[in-house]
Structure formats: C-alpha cells, structure tokens
C-alpha cells in the first residue's frame, strides 16, 4: 500500500513537470465576419484617406465662411529716406512739419523778403534723410462681392456631402472585399473536404489495386495508374491548403493586421437580397448608390464655381477701417485713423473672367457627364451581378445533381472492379467525375454568394447593419 501511494505521487509528479515544460498550444483569434470588417474599417489606410478628403472639404466650408468676416492685419514698418516727398510726408505724419521745412528761415526773410515766391528752397528740395516707423493696424469689412462668397460656400457644401458619400462608398467597397475573402476562406476550406476525400479514396484504390495485383486478378499496370492518381490527389490537396493561406493572408492584408498573425474565421454568412427582381433592384442602385451620389454631388459643386467664377462680371463693395502711429522711434505717438469705402466694378479685364467662366462650365459639364456615365455602370454592375447569380443558383442544382448521379456511378464501377469487371482506368474516370462534380459544387455556391455580394453593393445595402 505504500509503494502504491509513493508510485501515485512520482505519477503525478511527472505529470504536473511534464505539463509544464510542454509548449503550450496558442491558438488561432478567430473573426467573425462583423469583427473583421470592424477591424478593417478601423486600421485599413484606405479609410484614413477618406477621412482626409472629408477634412478637406470641411476645412474649405471652414475658409469660406471665414471669408464673411473682418480681415485685421497689424503691420510695423520702418523707413529712412532722402527722397523729399517721403521725407515731407514723414514729417507730416509725424507731426513735425514746420515753415523752416519749406525754407522760410531769417535769412531768407531777409534777403528776399516774403513775397519771394520764385525762391527754390534748399531744405524742401534737398532735406536731410529722415526715419519713419509706421504702426498700423488695419480692418477690412467685405460687404459684397457679387455672390462670390456664398458660392464657395456652397460648393463647399457639396464637396462635403460628396466626400461623405464617398466613404460609404470606401466603407463598403471594403466590407465587400472583406465579406471576398472570408467567402474564399470557407470555399478553400471546402476545396480541402474534397480533395480529402479524393485523397482517402485513392488511397483506397491503391491499397485495393495492389491486393487484386497480389491475387494476380489485375495487372500491375493498373497499381501503377492507382499511384498515379494517388499523387495527383495529394497535389490537389496541396493546392487547396495553399489557397487557404492565401484567402486568410487576403483577409489578413484587408484588416491591417500582423501577416505573421494566426487568425481564423467563424461561420459563413449566408447574404439575403432586399429585393429579387432586377429592375427594381436598378432603381434602388440609382436612388442609394453611395459612389453614383457622390459623383452627382460632385457634378453639383461644379456649378457652384461656375457662379464663383460669373461674380467677377459684378460689382463689388468693402469697408476698411485703419489706425495709423508715426514717429522716429517704435512708439503708439502722432496717431491717425482712415475710413474708406470702396466700390470697384471691374469694366474690362480682355476676356480674362470670359475664360474662367469658359473653364467652369466645361469643368461642370465633364463632372455631369461623369456622374451619367457613373450611372450606367452602376445600372451594368446591377445587372451583371444578376444574370450571375442566376447561372450560378443554376450551376448549384445542376452540380448538386451531377455529385449524386457522379457518386452513383462511382460506386457501380467500384464493384464491377472488384468484381473483375471494371478496369482501374474506369474506375478512376468514375472517381475523377465526383470529384469534378463535388469541386464545381463549391465553386458554384461561392460564385452565388460573391454575386449577392456584388448586389448589396450596388445598391449600397453592403453594410454590416444591414446583411
């Protein structure tokens, strides 16, 4: 009894040491198709870009309203000039300007006496150098300048609303590559199955093949077809697993995520159609497709700068209010002030705004054009998406069929070869047809649900909220 419980605590011993220096299996983080496409909408670059171009357009809202508000500028000028209109004008400003400035001194009195007015006087034309330090600070008011303003802010407005349709747009032109490559993910992985079972099964026909070629009821021309077909499962084997890498590094690239990562998916996600009718389906494409709205809001902006550019044929109007302090040294002394208001109206420029004009409308003209033609590939995707989906849901039923009637026969030939009737050449063609059958079966239901994935899209219903 008491080797018994000395033996139980070396087992558990062991045990507990064993288990603690075996690696630890890490598993795989698993994703279902929401959490990937959270995880891509949150670190993907491409919706980074899209966040820029909505800043931008609001930070040029931002700069067309700011526009309606006063302009204040302060400026610190210094000067020092001989010149005698400057120099006279200095010491206006300054509040100097004397008689002695215009060579009225004693001498002068004195020899040419006051009604002298021919005299030329040295001091006005030819003054010492004089310094100015000029202190101003100006307010500029626009009152109006021919609607030029609240254009911009208009089209502004616009680009705004494209932007922001714009990333929907990018929003789900990414959740359905994501919804792509998660798709691809399970087809691979159904790829696999089948190219699994074809494997068990030529694994079966050699080991079958070489008993028949030891009992000398078949050839061993046949074991080696057998091998043959053995290796060609394995290749397809292969190459399914190697699809699957390349569907998880897809879906892996999308999310912005380590490539290094070991990530996994969940279930499928089977998609719904909102509407299964094709025109209809258009007309919703028409009325809520987020890249045709941003195209027509874009084509909208581009009217707007065609009024921004007509306002300069019209007048203009703005206030400006100015302080003004001169002395020889920096200071707020011999202070002035000016108001103005100024009112220009541009009679000729040779055709300069004419060809601003010229340039918008054909600048307009090009983005409605767009816009239209964005419409007829969308109303072409709609449709193409839809003739897809319905050869694909044919393709289904039809290699549903063809897996059963394939798997039928397969199994008449395998008796009939182990019955000595059948040649492995048979064999393998029956066996070759299933897998055939069962391969298209896989392609053809992904093809349906990437095809309702094209749908959704379309219509701007590829969004997680809404599948």
């Known amino acids: 009894m008491k080797h018994h419980k000395i033996l139980q605590r070396n087992l558990l011993g062991f045990l507990v040491t064993a288990s603690i220096a075996l690696p630890t299996a890490v598993q795989a983080q698993q994703y279902d198709f929401k959490a990937c496409v959270d995880t891509a909408l949150a670190q993907n670059p491409e919706m980074e870009v899209s966040a820029a171009r909505i800043n931008q357009a609001e930070a040029a809202l931002s700069k067309a309203e700011s526009s309606r508000l006063p302009q204040i500028t302060l400026s610190v000028t210094g000067s020092h000039s001989d010149n005698a209109l400057n120099v006279f004008g200095m010491k206006l400003q300054q509040r100097q300007a004397a008689l002695a400035d215009f060579g009225f001194d004693n001498n002068v009195a004195e020899q040419f006496g006051m009604g002298n007015f021919a005299h030329e006087p040295d001091s006005l034309n030819n003054p010492d150098a004089q310094s100015d330090i000029n202190s101003r600070i100006e307010v500029l008011l626009p ?20 932007a922001k349709n714009g990333d929907v747009a990018v929003q789900q032109f990414l959740t359905f590559n994501i919804y792509q490559a998660y798709e691809a993910v399970h087809a691979a992985r159904a790829y696999i199955e089948v190219a699994k079972q074809a494997q068990e099964t030529a694994d079966s026909f050699v080991k079958t093949t070489r008993n028949l070629v030891d009992q000398g009821v078949v050839v061993r ?63 919703m494409a028409l009325a809520s497709n987020p890249q045709l709205d941003a195209k027509r809001k874009q084509a909208e902006a581009s009217t707007h700068e065609v009024r921004a550019a007509k306002s300069d044929n019209y007048p203009s109007f703005n206030m400006m209010l100015r302080q003004d302090w001169n002395d020889e040294s920096l200071s707020l002394a011999n202070s002035s002030y000016t108001v103005a208001g100024v009112l220009s109206w541009k009679i000729t420029d040779f055709g300069v705004t004419k060809g601003s004009i010229d340039m ?30 319905k050869a694909a849901e044919e393709q289904v039923l039809t290699n ?25 050449t048979e064999l393998l063609a029956a066996n070759t047809q299933l897998d055939k059958a069962r391969a298209e079966l896989v392609s053809a239901r992904y093809e349906v649900n990437v095809q309702k994935a094209q749908l959704l899209l379309a219509t701007g219903r590829m969004d997680t909220s809404q599948l």
């Open 143 to 162: 009152v109006w300048n021919g609607g030029k303003i609240g254009s911009y802010e208009d089209q502004a407005e616009s680009m705004i609303e494209a």
């Open 221 to 283: 021309s046949e074991f080696l077809s057998a091998k043959v077909n053995q290796s060609a499962a394995k290749s397809a084997l292969a190459k399914a697993k190697s699809e699957e890498k390349i569907a998880l590094h897809t879906l892996k690239m999308l999310m912005n995520v380590d490539p290094n990562a070991d990530v996994d998916v969940a279930d499928r996600l089977d998609l719904q159609l909102p509407i299964k009718n094709p025109e209809d389906l258009v007309m």
């Open 360 to 389: 918008a409308n054909a600048a307009a003209a090009q983005k409605k054009s767009e816009a239209r033609s964005e419409e007829n590939k969308v109303r072409l995707q709609v449709l193409t998406a839809w003739n897809k989906l």
């Open 400 to 424: 549903l069929l063809a897996v059963q009637q394939a798997n039928e026969a397969k199994d008449l030939v395998m008796k009939r070869y182990n019955n000595g009737i059948s040649t492995i």
